[in-house]
């Protein structure tokens, strides 16, 4: 069994998401263009590959240790954490911190269209080679769907800092096409109406032995 | 394929019953189903039960404990679950057996014990089980789907919190009547209105409870059915559906959905009525009682339309000129419905069968509607389960 040089590849850009975009659209550019040149493609590969090993001591020891003084990888990572400021989700892969506001993490298959979430929930078109599926962050925005208020405290496993009923539910639809269920926080009640546009945000639901704030998404309703 | 009818039909009553197990409540269906079949337990071929979810293994080897309750003949037993349409998916097996050849006759049965309050997660691994993640990040019991649905719907058609009332007090007043009900009190529109909201549009007289029960019907060719009964309830049809692409519904368990529709609301249950009207050839119009269920005001309105019995947005309309009453166009949950009774996940939808066989053979007293020849049962079941049953004399 032999790898693909795109496999190849594909293990050395791993952990550089941004950088692995960057460079295969040059890739594929090259390509085309140095398709019948095999000392250039040579040259252009060797190019890559010491590009490659760049980056990665640049990411594993210059931007980790952040010995530049900035604070590298998190702009290598388009900014992506999975906890800000003693607060964490109460479950992995949901949702990110992203640019200063709170994005819902889908997934969206590039062969039938279909948006899922989460994005380990994948979902397709029937007749789909369900090929081609990257994983998305939806618009921090969207416009609800639909809402209901909650006047009963729902049984374990959810669990809150104590009885938080009334509580509303809002369905969210997203500029992508999906829309998402979550609980509506710092809204006034009379803006709560279908139509409104609301931004993604956090929520928290209690507080862990060690004091941080375990959150999940929630929906914050814009005044107009 | 061969003609299959239903010979006997027995319930528990719906209730709750702390000191009973669901062995002794499925015994009790069973029992009271042979005898109104006139038929022996020896002579069961087959046997296919719904699967109680919360009770362990045991739960998920009903027709196990119950055969061994009756003395064990080494037939062949099938388990099945498919959430609220767990007794169609029962009823469709037993009813495969003897159409396709294999048997003469087929016991279904489903006996369910609710755990108190609302249906919570049953495992804890996000990953595997959409209902950790609904339970943990959102906090959505079952009726909040529900409302966001019936939310969108007062929005689109212009149903009105009346609208919604007018379902409880209308089938609180067939649920009277019925011995097996649970809730046999009539409700005027000021109390359902001034009942507590649960999950605004809701209130809490306009959802259905969670009950005990246990229902069973007893299958034959109907070839060979004149041997036990002179009151045959041939089947018409009896499908399953599931979930279509692009279905808009937030469906339970889920905590998204497709914004744009390729697929009608419900598709589970669009697709199980088609099936069964194209195999049938009966339509909508040709059905005198409709068992729906209406797990909620909404699920009432909506059920109307999905299964075609009018169009978009006309429900409320029916409704409200009595055209879905015992003495309407079609008349819709005569037995009390899912809020008289309240739901019993592996059990509810062969107790609308056997509902709709009792109309049909003319035995239901006070709530009998007059002179049935056709009868419908529809089931609903979450995460995109359904099954359709059209039933004749």
């Not at chain 2, 009813?95 to 014990?113: F, W």
Request: net charge negative; glycine share 8%.
């Amino acid at each position: 069994m032999t790898l693909s040089s795109g496999k190849v590849i594909g293990i050395f850009y791993a952990p550089c998401p941004s950088l692995l975009i960057l460079l295969r659209r040059d890739t594929d550019a090259f390509q085309e263009w140095l398709n019948d040149n095999h000392f250039l493609r040579l040259v252009s590969r060797l190019f890559f590959i010491l590009l490659i090993l760049l980056a990665r001591v640049f990411y594993f020891v210059v931007a980790e240790d952040d010995l530049l003084g900035f604070e590298w990888r998190r702009t290598l990572t388009m900014d992506k954490k999975d906890s800000e400021k003693g607060k964490i989700p109460a479950l992995p892969d949901l949702f990110t911190w992203s640019e200063d506001c709170v994005r819902i993490r889908s997934a969206k298959c590039n062969s039938c269209g279909t948006y899922f979430f989460p994005e380990y929930h994948e979902q397709h078109r029937p007749g789909c080679s369900r090929e081609g599926v990257e994983k998305v962050l939806l618009s921090n925005t969207g416009e609800l769907a639909s809402y209901t208020t909650m006047y009963y405290m729902p049984p374990p496993p959810f669990k809150t800092q104590g009885d938080i009923t009334p509580y509303i539910i809002g369905l969210v639809e997203f500029p992508e096409g999906i829309q998402v269920c979550g609980i509506v926080v710092e809204s006034e009640s009379d803006k709560v109406e279908i139509g409104a546009k609301v931004e993604t945000t956090t929520y928290t639901l209690y507080k862990d032995d060690e004091g941080r704030d375990v959150v999940t998404w929630g929906f914050r309703v814009l005044n107009k | 394929m061969r003609e299959v009818s239903i010979l006997g039909v027995g319930l528990h009553p719906w209730g709750k019953f702390p000191d009973s197990t669901f062995v002794d409540m499925g015994t009790v269906a069973i029992a009271n189903a042979l005898k109104d079949g006139n038929i022996e337990w020896k002579e069961i071929e087959n046997v296919a039960a719904g699967i109680y979810i919360w009770g362990g293994n045991a739960g998920h080897l009903v027709g196990q404990y119950l055969a061994s309750v009756f003395g064990e003949t080494g037939v062949p037993i099938t388990n099945v679950y498919a959430a609220c349409a767990t007794g169609t998916s029962a009823l469709r097996a037993a009813y495969l057996a003897i159409a396709s050849g294999q048997v003469d006759t087929a016991l279904a049965v489903g006996c369910d014990i609710s755990p108190p309050g609302m249906l919570g997660a049953k495992s804890d691994n996000p990953r595997q089980d959409r209902d950790v993640l609904r339970w943990r990040m959102v906090g959505m019991p079952n009726p909040t789907y529900w409302a966001l649905e019936c939310r969108k719907r007062m929005q689109k058609c212009g149903t009105t919190e009346e609208d919604l009332a007018r379902v409880k007090v209308l089938l609180s007043q067939y649920g009277a009547l019925n011995p097996n009900a649970r809730y046999r009190k009539v409700y005027t529109m000021e109390e359902v209105l001034t009942s507590k909201f649960v999950c605004e549009p809701f209130r809490l007289f306009e959802l259905c409870a969670t009950s005990d029960g246990a229902a069973a019907v007893i299958l034959c060719a109907s070839a060979k059915a004149s041997k036990y009964t002179t009151k045959p309830v041939r089947i018409a049809a009896t499908t399953l559906g599931s979930s279509m692409y692009g279905d808009p519904t937030i469906r339970i368990s889920a905590l998204s959905a497709p914004a744009k529709a390729e697929a009608p609301l419900l598709s589970e249950s669009y697709s199980a009525s088609q099936q069964a009207y194209k195999q049938s050839g009966i339509g909508p119009e040709d059905i005198d009682v409709l068992e729906l269920p209406d797990n909620s005001s909404w699920h009432y309105l909506q059920y109307l339309e999905t299964c075609g019995f009018c169009g978009e947005g006309e429900a409320e309309k029916m409704l409200r000129d009595g055209e879905t009453a015992i003495d309407g166009k079609v008349a819709v949950c005569p037995s009390g419905g899912f809020t008289s009774f309240g739901e019993a996940i592996a059990a509810q939808a062969i107790w609308q069968v056997v509902e709709a066989c009792l109309q049909l053979r003319g035995e239901c007293g006070e709530r009998q509607v007059k002179g049935p020849k056709v009868a419908m049962a529809q089931t609903y079941g979450l995460m995109g389960n359904s099954g359709t049953t059209i039933m004749k004399v």
